[in-house]
């Protein structure tokens, strides 16, 4: 994999808080990744650090191949970032917003109209931002942020606050900007709306990574177990099949199994699949928030 970003052994201390210790992963092209941790594990410390804004004390961070912290860090141009807070003159119309980062990262202005147009903002691009809901500040927030068609975007907390069809659109502007090669962080606590869009997931816990990779291989890694729920026909009796063993527990249609593997799941499926009395079979991998709890557990014990 192409690396695009690169954290080495960093650690970053606010005086006596370890708000960073040894934290290393790399990030690629072409890839959502998610940053999840509670409040604290020191999300917005790592973003700083890759927006050159603050040092780390030990260990080294490269964006796009430089040090963001140094002086002459030119692929600055190519890093976007949505702060969690978006904070805009209230005074200047969306267009004179944009148009002032635009400025900022040596943009020609009317290069930057056509995603005040993506992000569904062009009706009110001459009005007062003052005069914004707090999704349409988002809007822009993410408007900014895609200024220069970005190679490294940094989002924190994106979403919060936004309605359900905002979000969406949000996510669609992501993806077409990781089909277009960039690499997109978003650090979050939605968990359940990042589980089917982040394809590669870091946990951050009290300033360690305590996990990191695809889902499937936080699955792997985890070791929990499958639930498999099984529908029983009315005319079963009650009475479980004898190949379930008497496992499981009962549930108002049938019974619930909890198989430790994929092997093991595979074999319940085709006992499961050819027996008359089983209506319907769900499967429930572990979700992001079951990882989640697991890897904070593990890591707290
Ligand atoms: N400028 C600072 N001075 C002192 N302590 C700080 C400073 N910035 C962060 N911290 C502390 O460092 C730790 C990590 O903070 P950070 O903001 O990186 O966490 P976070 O994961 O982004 O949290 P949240 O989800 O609340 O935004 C916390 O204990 C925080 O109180």
């Known amino acids: 994999m192409t690396v695009t970003v690169a954290v080495n052994g960093v650690e970053k201390d606010?005086?006596?808080?370890?708000?960073?210790?040894?934290?290393s992963f790399d990030l690629g092209p072409g890839r959502l990744s998610a940053l999840v941790g509670h409040n604290g594990a020191g999300k917005t410390t790592l973003i700083k650090l890759m927006l050159g804004l603050i040092r780390a004390d030990r260990g080294a961070v490269r964006v796009l191949g430089e040090d963001p912290a140094a002086g002459e860090f030119s692929a600055r141009r190519l890093l976007?970032?949505?702060?969690?807070?978006?904070?805009?003159?209230?005074?200047?119309?969306?267009?004179?917003?944009?148009?002032?980062?635009?400025?900022?990262?040596?943009?020609?202005?009317?290069?930057?109209?056509?995603?005040?147009d993506r992000v569904g903002l062009m009706h009110a691009a001459d009005r007062r931002v003052g005069t914004y809901s707090k999704g349409m500040r988002q809007r822009l927030g993410l408007a900014q942020a895609l200024l220069g068609r970005p190679r490294v975007l940094l989002l924190d907390e994106p979403t919060t606050g936004?309605?359900?069809a905002l979000r969406?659109?949000?996510?669609?502007?992501?993806?077409?900007?990781r089909?277009?090669?960039?690499?997109?962080?978003?650090?979050s606590h939605a968990l359940n709306e990042l589980e089917d869009r982040a394809e590669h997931v870091l946990i951050m816990n009290r300033g360690l990574l305590v996990a990191q990779g695809t889902l499937a291989e936080l699955r792997s890694l985890a070791q929990l177990p499958?639930?498999?729920s099984l529908d029983l026909a009315p005319g079963a009796g009650g009475v479980p099949p004898a190949w379930m063993n008497g496992s499981g527990a009962a549930t108002p249609h049938g019974r619930v199994m909890l198989v430790p593997d994929e092997a093991r799941k595979m074999a319940l499926l085709r006992v499961a699949a050819s027996d008359s009395r089983v209506t319907n079979i769900e499967i429930m991998a572990p979700t992001l928030d079951d990882l989640y709890a697991h890897f904070l557990r593990e890591n707290s014990a």
């Open 179 to 187: 089909d277009d090669g960039a690499t997109v962080l978003i650090s």
């Open 168 to 177: 969406q659109t949000f996510y669609e502007i992501l993806n077409e900007l």
């Open 226 to 228: 499958i639930r498999v």
């Open 80 to 116: 976007g970032y949505l702060p969690e807070n978006v904070a805009f003159n209230a005074a200047l119309t969306g267009r004179e917003t944009l148009a002032f980062y635009a400025r900022l990262k040596q943009i020609k202005p009317a290069s930057a109209w056509p995603l005040l």
């Open 14 to 23: 606010y005086g006596a808080v370890k708000a960073l210790r040894g934290v």
């Open 162 to 164: 936004l309605d359900p």
